[in-house]
């Protein structure tokens, strides 16, 4: 059966890039690929099919003969140059593990794998009080940490010996494992990658090339700072291995619970109660700010529930800007625990009340029960 155009075959033009035409195997590769397609003839020969046109085409000298011969000029069997045995398994494994290499964690075709390795990133919580969190601070933290092992320098060798390469991967820190059509390239299990083996382990780190140790440091913290921010500190984290760098320390910022403010980004919200006498007939009170005491004017006849702003009490935002505000809620308080005289004076007010109209002094509870009558009304009509 003649064989079909090889840009056919994988779904692009003529003159497709490498790239296009590497990502346009991916695809097809993966759409035949005899895992997905279990018991299917006619996928594995496609299969088979998509494979032998990526290994012409991604090959610039075999490239350059099929598009000037056509199959003529790869196919051995008819004096091409395609090659020791044209195309098989064994080549398909190459092919495989250059293109699908970063899905199996591992580069193809003898490539190196670097033993040098950065620190891991490391993240401490960090609970602040919210005055500290307005105001900035500096804070003293200690951690645990991997560090460099000072008597091997880092290298898990006991001093006056060194590495030597691993003798399971050649020192690629790479092995490769064959499995059906393709193969597939894994971590080495006895060095984990780093290519060397430690035959004389270092008696202060057990070869690892590191030791756990606590470190403590001064932590600045920027005024404004709120609930989930980060503060990095570069080059805080664990030890790189084999001389790699050090990651990074991140700080997670946690702002307590205050027993009087509550914050909402920028602003701050209290609830200050007033008596009944104060909200009535007005007053002056001093009410609490992160810097102090301040005066607030309460107003003659202030309901329960009313919010004051006093602009620019809040909070700074740490990335600029300007300040919030402080937002006082008012809360009427009823008096407990009157004397007889409190509650016979009282009883002289309330019939006042009853003597003008509640719907005078009371305009939100005649405004209720009105609509509580109606609400009945509607339900007996």
Known sequence: MAKRDYYEVLGVEKGASDKEIKKAYRRMAMKFHPDRNPDDKEAEERF?????AFEILSDD??????DQYGHAGVDPNMGGMGGAGGFGAGNFSDIFGDVFGDIFGAGGGGRTHSSVQRGADLRYQLELSLEEAVKGTNKKIRIPTLVEC????GSGAKKGTQPVTCTTCGGVGQVRMQQGFFSVQQTC????????MVKNPCG????????????????????????????RLAGEGEAGVNGGPAGDLYVQISVADHPIFQRDGKHLYCEVPITFVDAALGGELEVPTLEGRVKLKIPS???TGKLFRLRGKGVTPVRGGTAGDLMCRVVVETPIK???RQKELLRELHNTFEDEGQGHQSPKKKSFFEGVKRFFDDMTS
């Open 61 to 66: 000298q075999k490239r350059g003969a099929y």
């Open 150 to 153: 000072k008597e091997c320098n």
């Open 204 to 231: 202060g780190c057990h070869g690892e090339g590191r030791v756990q140790e606590h470190k403590t440091l001064s932590v600045k913290i920027p005024a404004g700072v709120d609930t989930g921010d980060r503060i």
């Open 338 to 340: 009157l004397t007889e």
């Open 48 to 52: 088979k099919e998509v494979n032998e």
């Open 189 to 196: 299990p006895e060095c984990h990658g780093s290519g060397k």
């Open 301 to 303: 006849e202030t309901q």
